[in-house]
T-cell receptor
Framework: GAVVSQHPSWVICKSGTSVKIECRSL??????MFWYRQFPKQSLMLMAT?????????EQGVEKDKFLINHASLTLSTLTVTSAHPEDSSFYIC???????????FGPGTRLTVT | GENVEQHPSTLSVQEGDSAVIKCTYS??????FPWYKQELGKRPQLIID?????GEKKDQRIAVTLNKTAKHFSLHITETQPEDSAVYFC????????????FGKGTLLTVNP
């Protein structure tokens, strides 16, 4: 398996500011990580696939200039929500897949509240 | 792209009864089907998964069945307990180069003592 951490676990920010969320693989070198968003009482929606050393692949409808993803090393991917608005308030979860199986290992999530 | 439908959206059972949640998928290339349990504010936890070369898999009180021809798969929980109460999500993946998952909309399972 793999152990995934996220930081912060929760954050409150004001509208118009930017927030960075970190996703770390503690015991595995991940070339690919995934970022999901989950609104209250809804399902997980894949936002983008983060690729180490290259540009992220965004899902249809996700603004790449608003949700900046940087996968600068094999153990760290970051998601920056730029110019946050209240509608960006959500639970953001990252995951990775080790290549040994199809199983994905999820981080604990980050609760973002934009006021 | 892949589309996963999940039913029912809510399910209430009495402790000790069985619970069944069903999902259908659209992409015939999908070959990996995990089920997750998610408690409020927590990360999804994998409870069981199945690959397309297998029709059924069981782990204690939990079982999953897959019908590739009909493109549907189901989660079966027997002898339900109050601690089984949570939201359950099915998902599908075609593997390939990035293993991305498409999730169903979830089922809120309530087990009444």
């Amino acid at each position: 398996g793999a152990v995934v951490s996220q930081h912060p676990s929760w954050v409150i920010c004001k509208s118009g500011t930017s927030v960075k969320i970190e996703c770390r693989s503690l015991d595995f070198q991940a070339t690919t990580m995934f970022w999901y968003r989950q609104f209250p009482k809804q399902s997980l929606m894949l936002m983008a696939t983060s690729n180490e050393g290259s540009k992220a692949t965004y899902e249809q409808g996700v603004e790449k200039d608003k949700f900046l993803i940087n996968h600068a090393s094999l153990t760290l991917s970051t998601l920056t929500v730029t110019s946050a608005h209240p509608e960006d308030s959500s639970f953001y979860i990252c995951s990775l897949e080790t290549g040994d199986s199809y199983e994905q290992y999820f981080g604990p999530g980050t609760r973002l509240t934009v006021t | 792209g892949e589309n996963v439908e999940q039913h029912p959206s809510t399910l209430s059972v009495q402790e000790g009864d069985s619970a069944v949640i069903k999902c259908t998928y659209s992409d015939s290339a999908s070959n990996y089907f995990p089920w997750y349990k998610q408690e409020l504010g927590k990360r999804p936890q994998l409870i069981i998964d199945i690959r397309s070369n297998v029709g059924e898999k069981k782990d204690q009180r939990i079982a999953v069945t897959l019908n590739k021809t009909a493109k549907h798969f189901s989660l079966h929980i027997t002898e339900t307990q109050p601690e089984d109460s949570a939201v359950y999500f099915c998902a599908a993946s075609s593997g390939g180069s990035n293993y991305k998952l498409t999730f169903g909309k979830g089922t809120l399972l309530t087990v009444n003592p």
